[in-house]
């Protein structure tokens, strides 16, 4: 699975992005049979997971810094995931993944390690 970023930008503090990530090449078999997530990497640290989705849609995961500021949804048919983010604050800058592995289950992976495939990221900079 091929997966690509887009959407990242320079934003002022208190802004809002829309990420997206939309696969190419050939997929072993369909889109809806992926969990999907949004991880992000600062400068200096480590790849954190922002968001999750399962392949239905139906359940999700943030962690705490995006917990009501930031919405996760996928669109099956259009092999599309998207990441809202709103209230953006300087901490958020960073360069954001999406990633995907084959499951079918309602419990996410909430670690790097527990995803197969990953796209090459796009750049979010918030300016404070």
């Known amino acids: 699975v091929q997966l690509q970023a887009s959407g990242g930008g320079l934003v002022q503090a208190g802004g809002s992005l829309r990420l997206s990530c939309t696969t190419s090449g050939p997929t072993y078999g369909r889109f809806s049979d992926y969990a999907m997530g949004w991880f992000r990497q600062a400068p200096g640290k480590e790849r954190e997971i922002v968001a999750g989705?399962?392949?239905?849609?139906?359940?999700?995961y943030y962690t705490d810094s995006a917990k009501g500021r930031f919405t996760i949804s996928r669109d099956n048919e259009k092999n599309l995931m998207t990441l809202e983010m709103h209230m953006l604050q300087p901490e958020d800058t960073a360069v954001y993944f999406c990633a995907a592995v084959k499951s079918l289950s309602r419990i996410l992976f909430t670690t790097a390690a527990g995803y197969d495939y990953w796209g090459k990221g796009t750049q979010v900079t918030v300016s404070s």
């Open positions: 989705l399962s392949w239905s849609g139906v359940n999700n």
